[in-house]
């Protein structure tokens, strides 16, 4: 496949491939969890299954237009409608889960219910986005900006096997992962996480992830511009071209998508992994576009 | 006076005051040290103490214009010339350090010795930058990206007082500062420094920090954004408005730092706050005009 290097690619992929997935969606009775639903619909790459709000459904005209590919499950409340949606996915019928109008609160623990959930006994969940900078010449895939607060190093080398899983499913071949810290140097006094970015770095060299390059500590700047490294004499095979940001803790992952959102112009979409299913859990605050390009995301990597 | 909201506006009050501040330069052999102190010369705010690097400074014609107003004083390497610099703040008789081609291990060597140094016993030393981004109105002042790895409560207060007097030095009557988390609700468990924020907003309210508004936790969109605050339904007197941000660790700060200075376009200046006179540090990979602009930085802020 051609790699896809920003959001319209992504949706032309997904649109070209003509593979419907099961998304269940909790409690989608608002306009903008609708429009994106509708928008992946006319794309036939979404087969959606409502859980709940169905009189909102029924009546929304966004909707109307995809009646063959939906089906709506009844529910009363809220959080039984987030229990049926996981249910739906433990049984192998739904391929996405996508949150409604629902607190992410109330839908996480459906997902994590020990008994009922879908996030396996060990498996790390975390929060991977990718953004479309507009200068930057393709995707930068990272995590995590909203999960975890400090990763150990065994949920850091979950996230970098995640991320360069995503990466390949959206045709990276040798994917180019950057373990971030705020200079080149690991310094075990002071930040002791970046000792163990060097057993990551040899996973990576084993191929326990992939094929995939994995160098660090490196700063977001020279990660991402090739003359930056060099003028600091650094040598790393990122070579200035990271396609993800693996970030040392939920601060700087934060300071990163809120900084590039709101400053920078960037479009993102989001998901969590670790799940059955990936979850795409975006907020009020989120753009219609995001919101659509989170349920691709998910759906590519489905 | 009225206030500063950009670089140039900066570089247009200081040049109308005319007050020639003292700074002494360790080791201005280079082009862009040169480049960026004979900028402050030719816009009368600078009287340049040249330590060291004699041949270079006599034979450079971007100075000779301004032999009037420096000095050479020799040294025959680059660690006496730190020392001698730093004396000369010491005395008296400069009001700002800078940095040449000296490593900045070495230069803070000298400014940090227990004897002969000119960082307070108590005194905390701290990173501050201002940068100017393209898409918001005016000036961002930000700490720490380079210096306190997680700064303890007494440092952060101390962050506050700095990044709170240099915002009155640049007119801006109330500054708003935003204390940094990726969320806005405080929590003990897992960010245990975000409960001693309230304390600092109390004391904000006292008027410790002078005249401001000190508020958080918030994350950096919130901070700098009215409509997403509003959207998250948080009521802050920051009200999007955020004349700086103080981060909760080096790896946030900076991420910021690097984020927007690649991404969005932006210029930064910075400077080291704590010892008896600011110290400009700036490094290889700096613009010339980053670097003249920190000079500015630092000599309004002495």
């Known amino acids: 496949m051609e790699t896809i290097k920003n959001f319209d690619d992504l949706i032309a992929h997904l649109s070209q491939k003509g593979e419907r997935k099961r998304v269940a969606i909790v409690w989608a009775s608002d306009d903008h969890t609708q429009e994106a639903v509708a928008e992946g619909l006319k794309g036939g790459f979404v087969e959606a299954l409502f859980v709940g709000a169905r009189k909102e459904i029924e009546s929304s005209d966004l909707l109307r237009p ?9 529910s009363d409340d809220k959080d039984d409608a987030a229990a049926k949606a996981v249910a739906l996915v433990r049984e192998g019928k739904a391929d996405v889960l996508m949150k409604g109008l629902i607190n992410t609160d109330n839908l996480l623990h459906a997902v994590l219910n020990k008994e009922t959930g879908i996030l396996p006994k060990g498996r790390v969940l975390t929060h991977v ?33 995640y991320v360069a899983d995503l990466c390949h499913s959206f045709g990276i071949e040798e994917p180019r992962l950057s373990l971030i810290h705020c200079t080149e140097k690991p310094n ?37 511009d090739l ?7 650094i ?14 803790d939920i601060e700087a ?28 859990l975006t907020s009020r605050g989120d753009s219609i576009k995001s919101k659509f390009y989170s349920l691709a995301l998910a759906i590519i990597s489905a």
Chains 1, 2 share one sequence.
Do not use: W
């Open 253 to 280: 992952g934060n300071v990163f998508y809120k900084t590039v959102t709101l400053f920078c112009g960037a479009e993102t979409a989001a998901t969590l992994k670790g799940p059955l299913a990936p979850v795409v």
């Open 188 to 224: 075990e006094k002071f930040f002791p996480f970046t000792i163990g970015y060097k057993d990551i770095i040899d996973e990576a060299k084993k191929g326990t992830f992939g094929k995939c390059i994995v160098d660090g500590p490196l700063d977001v700047k020279t990660s991402c």
């Open 66 to 74: 995809y009646a063959d590919h939906f089906t709506i499950i009844d």
């Open 129 to 161: 986005t990718a953004t479309e900078i507009p200068t930057y010449p393709k995707l930068i895939f990272f995590t995590d900006p909203a999960v975890i607060p400090y990763p150990t190093q065994e949920q850091r080398m979950e996230q970098v096997r």
């Open 235 to 248: 040598e790393s095979p990122i070579a200035g071209e990271a396609d993800a940001l693996i970030f040392p």
């Open 227 to 233: 003359e930056a490294m060099q003028t600091k004499g």
